[in-house]
């Protein structure tokens, strides 16, 4: 007998011992009874909702049922424990449900993972009854499959685990039904301020900035409102500049708002008009309304042209409102001399975030101090818009029915309304008891009764239609009306119904208006799309007149009132559209599309000419759009946001695959052109975080290469978001030329299939760009050295400030630049969050300190100037209130944190500048270091009381870095070494010091388990806090960084952090690295650096020197390092192969010039020249005889040299050749002998003295010397933020360099180039291919 039949005999044994407690039984099996069919009618629900409800209800009573236990087995109170808490969850995922009160997909997998947690949980209660000492006699036949569950529940679980299975089958109805419901549904946001079809979608009854889908009012109605409107805009005298007039929705602010627009516009008082509209790409946001105000004006106004073209081509590029409200709204509105006004329509549609901006700068910048500017604003009153105006003198705050007077008013004009219209009918339906009770139906809203005339003026039984919305209870309100309308549009049969939801589920569910084209794309099985659009004129907007085309015809809802009735299911009832159908017909439309209609090189197709880093990309943008066919645009921005909402759809995976493995690099481009790389890093991210949450469910469909490929497409577009904005073709060379060689995308998209990629560049050799996941997330948008970087306290946002005066908002999870801050005029020294995470502070050398809004990058106010000298660094107070800052000129300064008052009078604490400023986690000190070596220690005091210096300890190195260690009175600081010092005892301890390498910046995680040092040897150190006593020990990662780092900061879990350094590059590193020994020494001295790269005469080799003194020789084809290192016992700046290829040159100076063996490595020659003086070498040469060999120094001066293969001195020819510093590094001799080519100019040097060539010769000469269709352009980085190599047959497969790659550093030789960066990182790319494919 086994165990297990032991094990179950015991068991038995003890449920006989059970079986006479009749009354005990009888209790548990009534209460199973009641359990188990609750449980069997769950699965008989025609809904996921009443599925839960009922799941709900029947909980509680397993619970009482388990409590009537009498086993020894705890477990069962543990799962009735657990059992709570699950019914805890249901209600929150069935309150879920009911919110989103949707129509539910019959394709939705929650079903199957609530049938999977009903399963198991009538097998742990059957298991639960039985061991309670019910057997097979004593279950009724409604519970006769109890010993079938019971048989299931003993083979197939284990007592400890029943617990854990069902945590585990709810985890999984908890992921799914976050994934189904609308909140889930975090997709994509819109495409900025520009649309998809931005300058297609015209026409009348189009949305637009100018509200042209609204009429004028009839004659005759309105004339209160409109008297009152007269009255404000003819008498204000600046009192009263802004006009707000507000209603609930459907009242007819906006056509009201048309009326006064004519009116205005007649009498040349208009500037402009702006109408909001909610969710359309264009007209949502307050950045969206100064761009159009700002184009109005300039029309308007011609003497403003001037002054507002610079600030509209930049626009843009720049998201901070305040800067576009203050460029291109308040400064030319302040240059006025004569009255005008701005209508702005259905504020209320208007982003809540923007809207606040928007109404606070209104308020600031024209209430009373512009007599002559006013504004007149429509808007539902919504609370915040309310408590913002309600209480301002310099606000007229009306309705349209405030008063009884203006109610009656207003039914009077909805009754001549409605005559009018009637009266544009044949065989009008109404007299004057009709029109009563029609006019008691619309309840004051216009939006009733224009959409009643608009369903009539489209019948034929207009009588009949009439009496039904007049008798029939459902037309007593809106609801009422649209269910009406549906009903009248309808045909019986189901093929039409249906045709009719697909339809309106594709407007509905649609990010931006479709056109019909776009719209019968999406819906290939409707007969006639524009049939039915038409037929719901009343309720929908038709984008353009009936004659023109599909393509140009838009389609949208006019009111917002019909599209929440379509979404939810109680006011709809059974015309409630199911939004999940809707996402997956677009969604595969998209996939469609896209598959149709991307190819390679997409720019180049709709350029209409030759492609230059000069192409105007707005110019391409606008005839994609125009000139693709109609769903392309929409989809390559848009396919991610309605793949999300369905991703549990059977086959979506495999078109997802598609995309990535067929179309990546030509959805990039095209996505680029459409200015929209940074909503789709974040689509990216959501989908490849889902696509994990559903790895988590049984049978799911998607493998972990399909993570890969998303975590691999955001990985591309963090290297390359810079480049491909200014570039977008460029998706097809370089990003694909650095990624690692064992990425998919650089697998995949380097197969024969994919002819274009064969002719990219293909590096031979390159360290520090792989992709693999150990690897640092490198973020490219600055274009100069970095200064400073903070992370968030949410951990969402990194900020960093560059010598490029900007400071640039990033998505610390994608990696995406979401915003870059422009305003400040020189190098930003310091940038920190606020505490609260919503706003941005930064510091500059223009002496100002700035405040920006987190979320859009607004300006908060005017700068704030520095006391004296410039900030240099800052920080918060544990309260909140006060930021004290450290400037160029040793002052400390605490000012006000909301206001920038100055709060005490400045103290000069250091000699020189303030390089550092820390306050303790406690707010009881504060640490100031500076270049003097000076480390102060404050007493903390409270607001509005100075600080008190405490004492100070010097060093006689400057103090660069210097942080107190959080929750601690330590202070961790470096001064060309790392020391910490106890606050209170003052005791300081030196933990590493060197006399080369130094540390130039500091950070500590928040846990105080480990600290990081940068250094300017290119070096990230960590050291963990408990061997800062002393005692010598630290870790180091490595050589993890490119250039020196100057800044560095923690994630706010300590999981990652990032660092900034000198080559203008940030990199995020995960923290989760391989262990190292806890006193691991790493070996020290400087790391060598490439000085110079040179190509032999053949093309073949490739020879490089350091300053270290050692070359190195490689094959080019091959990238095989066929000879080196070689010492030569002294620093080397310059080499040249002799055009024998047995031996080189090099040397650092013109004296010490060597020749050295090609083949062994072996010293020939040392001293070849004989020159006086230092002159350290720029660059030598030999020429193609190998008779003459050319130095170039640092005095800017060219020698030549006879050269004799026997080694004999060279004697020197020609002298005192002078040369410009500008231009390539490249010396070549003329194959005659007879010029000289360096830095872009030309000599003559056939015989003595050399000659310059004349400059309207030089450009021929040097392309015919050097011979090579590539340029190396190094002042492109300044423009584009890479350098690029041009190729001369095609612009278009110029390769952009990253400026990790010196320009100094770098060796052509026909189509090959060897590029180099400074830390020794060599690569070799082919172009010759490019030329002969």
């Given at each position: ?7 179950t ?13 009749g ?26 909702l ?39 969850s ?7 449900l ?62 400890s ?25 975090e ?8 649309s ?16 042209a889908?609204?009429k004028?009012c ?17 008498s ?30 007649k ?6 008009r ?140 909805i ?22 009770r ?52 309808l ?64 389609v949208?809802?006019?009111?917002q009132?019909?599209?929440d009735?379509?979404l ?21 439309a ?14 180049e ?25 109609p ?18 759809l ?89 990624l ?22 293909v590096p ?7 992709l ?6 490198t ?6 050295c ?19 005066h ?39 050398e ?7 809004k ?31 800052y450290?400037?160029t ?54 607001h509005?009381?100075?600080l ?33 010092c ?11 010091k060197?006399e ?26 960590t ?22 780092i100057?800044?560095?900061?923690y ?29 691991a ?7 060598s ?37 070689i ?16 031996f080189?040159?090099?040397g650092?100076?013109?004296?010490d010039v ?20 230092y ?15 050319a ?21 020197c ?60 352009d ?19 497969q ?40």
């Amino acid at each position: 007998m086994t165990a297990l039949q032991v094990h179950t005999a015991v068991e038995i044994s003890k449920i006989h011992d059970k079986l006479d407690r009749g009354p005990q039984k009888q209790k548990l099996i009534k209460k199973a009874l009641s359990v188990f069919k609750g449980l069997r009618e769950i699965s008989k629900q025609n809904t996921i909702l009443e599925a839960f409800r009922e799941l709900v209800t029947t909980l509680p009573s397993a619970v009482e049922l388990l409590d009537l236990n009498d086993t020894e087995y705890s477990v069962w109170q543990d799962v009735a424990s657990a059992l709570l808490n699950h019914h805890t969850s249901f209600e929150e995922l069935t309150t879920k449900l009911e919110n989103a009160d949707m129509q539910e997909d019959p394709k939705n997998p929650i079903g199957s993972y609530l049938s999977l947690f009903v399963s198991e949980l009538e097998s742990a209660l059957s298991i639960f009854i039985y061991l309670n000492g019910v057997t097979r006699r004593d279950i009724p036949r409604e519970l006769s499959n109890i010993q079938t569950l019971v048989d299931k529940g003993l083979n197939g679980m284990v007592l400890s685990n029943i617990q854990s299975i069902l945590t585990s089958a709810l985890d999984k109805i908890k992921i799914i039904t976050g994934l189904y419901t609308p909140d889930a549904d975090e997709t994509v946001s819109h495409l900025g301020r520009s649309s998809v079809f931005a300058g297609s979608a015209t026409g009348s009854g189009m949305i637009t900035p100018y509200g042209a889908q609204h009429k004028r009012c009839l004659p005759g109605t309105r004339i209160v409102v409109i008297q009152q409107i007269d009255e404000w805009i003819n008498s204000s005298q600046g009192k009263q500049p802004i006009y707000v007039l507000g209603d609930v929705a459907g009242t007819g602010k906006s056509t009201i708002a048309a009326e006064v627009t004519y009116r205005w516009e007649k009498e040349q008082l208009l500037a402009s008009r702006f109408f909001f509209s909610r969710g359309n790409s264009g007209t949502s946001t307050a950045t969206d309304l100064c761009i159009h105000l700002a184009r109005d004006l300039s029309v308007r106004y011609p003497h403003l042209q001037d002054q507002l073209s610079k600030p509209l081509e930049e626009a843009a590029s720049i998201f901070q409102f305040d800067k576009l409200w203050e460029k291109l709204v308040f400064e030319p509105l302040s240059q006025l001399t004569e009255k005008t006004v701005l209508v702005i329509d259905g504020l209320d549609e208007c982003t809540p975030a923007s809207r606040e901006d928007f109404l606070e700068a209104l308020l600031r910048d024209f209430g009373q101090s512009n007599p002559l500017v006013h504004f007149f604003i429509t808007t539902r009153l919504e609370d915040e818009i309310t408590s913002l105006l309600q209480s301002r003198q310099d606000v007229v705050l009306a309705r349209v029915q405030q008063t009884e007077q203006q109610r009656r008013a207003n039914v009077r004009d909805i009754a001549r309304y409605i005559e009018f219209e009637f009266e544009k009918m044949k065989n009008p339906p109404m007299n004057h008891q009709s029109a009563q009770r029609l006019l008691e139906r619309a309840d004051g809203l216009f939006i009733f009764a224009s959409t009643v005339c608009a369903v009539l003026a489209k019948s034929f039984e207009r009588q009949r239609l009439f009496d039904d919305i007049l008798n029939y209870k459902g037309f007593t309100n809106l609801d009422g009306l649209y269910l009406g309308i549906l009903q009248r549009v309808l045909p019986s049969d189901p093929f039409s119904r249906q045709a009719l939801n697909d339809v309106l589920g594709v407007i509905l569910a649609a990010r931006e208006p479709l056109s019909i084209a776009a719209l019968q794309a999406c819906c290939p099985n409707v007969s006639s799309v524009r049939g039915i659009v038409e037929s719901l004129g009343s309720v929908l907007s038709l984008g353009g007149e009936l004659q023109q085309s599909d393509a140009e015809t838009f389609v949208s809802i006019i009111h917002q009132t019909f599209r929440d009735f379509l979404l939810q299911k109680k006011r709809s009832c059974d015309y409630a559209l199911n939004v999940h159908t809707a996402h997956s017909t677009l969604a595969d439309a998209c996939f469609k599309t896209l598959q149709r209609g991307l190819h390679p090189r997409m720019a180049e197709t709709f350029s209409g000419g030759e492609i230059t880093l000069d192409t105007d990309l707005d110019e391409i943008s606008t005839s994609l759009r125009a000139k693709s066919e109609p769903l392309l645009c929409y989809s390559a921005v848009y396919w991610i946001s309605h793949t999300i909402p369905v991703l549990y759809l059977h086959g979506l995976h495999e078109e997802i695959r598609t995309i990535f493995t067929e179309k990546l690099t030509s959805w990039v481009e095209v996505v680029a052109l459409l200015r929209g790389l940074t909503p789709i890093m974040t689509g990216l991210s959501r989908l490849q975080d889902l696509m994990k949450r559903y790895g988590d469910l049984p049978g799911h469909q998607f493998a972990n290469a399909d993570t890969q490929w998303c975590l691999e497409a955001v990985r591309l577009l963090q290297n390359n978001q810079t480049l491909l904005q200014s570039a977008p073709w460029q998706v097809y060379t370089s990003p694909l030329v650095f990624l690692g060689e064992d990425d998919l995308i650089s697998k995949h998209y380097r197969l024969p299939q994919f002819p274009i990629i064969r002719k990219a560049a293909v590096p031979l050799s390159l360290s520090g760009f792989s992709l693999n996941w150990g690897e640092p997330i490198t973020l490219r948008g600055h274009r100069l050295c970095i200064n400073c970087v903070d992370w968030s306290a949410d951990g969402k946002c990194i900020a960093s400030g560059s010598d490029d005066h900007t400071v640039v908002l990033w998505d610390a999870v994608t990696g995406a630049n979401l915003i870059t801050l422009y305003g400040h005029t020189g190098p930003i020294t310091c940038v920190k969050f606020s505490p609260s995470g919503a706003e941005v502070v930064s510091s500059s050398e223009d002496g100002t300190i700035r405040r920006w809004k987190r979320d859009d990058g607004a300006c908060i106010g005017d700068p704030w100037k520095s006391v004296e000298g410039a900030a240099r660094c800052f920080a918060f107070s544990s309260d909140s209130r006060d930021l004290v800052y450290g400037t160029t000129v040793g002052l400390v300064c605490r000012v006000d944190a909301e206001t920038g008052r100055l709060i005490e009078t400045p103290q000069r604490a250091h000699v020189g500048p303030v390089n550092a400023l820390s306050i303790s986690s406690d707010g009881a000190y504060m640490a100031t270091a500076g270049d003097d070596g000076a480390l102060w220690m404050w007493y903390w005091t409270p607001h509005e009381k100075p600080l008190v210096p405490s004492h100070t300890r010097r060093h006689q190195s400057p103090i660069l870095s210097a942080t107190f260690i959080p929750n601690t009175s330590t202070i961790v600081y470096t001064a060309f070494g790392l020391y910490t010092c106890d606050v209170l005892s003052f005791g300081t301890n030196g933990i590493q010091k060197d006399e080369e390498e130094q540390h130039t910046c500091i950070a500590v995680s928040n846990d105080m388990e480990s600290i990081l040092t940068g250094s300017n040897m290119q070096t990230i150190w960590t050291w963990k806090t408990e061997v800062l006593d002393g005692s010598a020990g630290h870790i180091r990662h490595g050589e993890m960084a490119y250039a020196n780092i100057r800044c560095l900061a923690y994630s706010p879990n300590g999981r990652s952090f990032v660092s900034g350094s000198s080559d203008s590059t940030l990199k995020i590193w995960e923290t989760d690295l391989p262990s190292t020994p806890a006193f691991a020494f790493p070996q020290r001295g400087r790391p060598s650096m490439l000085m110079m790269l040179a190509f032999s005469h053949d093309g073949e080799s490739v020879a490089a020197v350091g300053s270290d003194g050692a070359f190195k020789i490689w094959e080019f084809d091959t990238g095989k390092l066929q000879l080196g290192p070689i010492a030569t016992g002294s620093p080397l700046t310059a080499v040249a192969f002799h055009p024998n290829g047995q031996f080189l040159a090099c040397g650092k100076t013109v004296t010490d010039v060597s020749i050295w063996s090609a083949f062994n490595g072996e010293p020939i020659r040392r001293n070849l020249l004989n020159d006086e003086g230092y002159k350290e070498l720029y660059a030598l040469e030999f020429s193609s005889n190998g008779r003459l060999f050319a130095t170039a120094d640092h005095y800017m001066n060219i020698s030549l040299w006879s050269f004799d293969p026997t080694f004999t001195v060279p004697s020197c020819i020609i002298t005192n050749i002078r040369f410009s510093p500008d231009g390539p590094n490249a010396m070549v001799f003329d194959p005659s002998q007879q010029f000289l080519t360096y830095r872009n100019q030309a000599w003559y040097i056939g015989q003595p003295p050399a000659s310059q060539v004349p400059e309207e010769h030089r450009e021929q000469l040097i392309d015919r010397i050097i011979g090579s269709p590539l340029h190396y352009d190094d002042y492109a980085a300044k423009k584009h933020g890479r350098k690029w190599i041009d190729v001369e047959s095609s612009s278009i497969q110029s390769l952009a360099v990253p400026l990790e790659f010196d320009g100094r550093r770098h060796a052509i030789f026909g189509g090959r180039i060897a590029l180099g960066a400074k830390l020794g990182d060599v690569m070799f790319i082919d172009f010759r291919p490019t030329f002969h494919p």
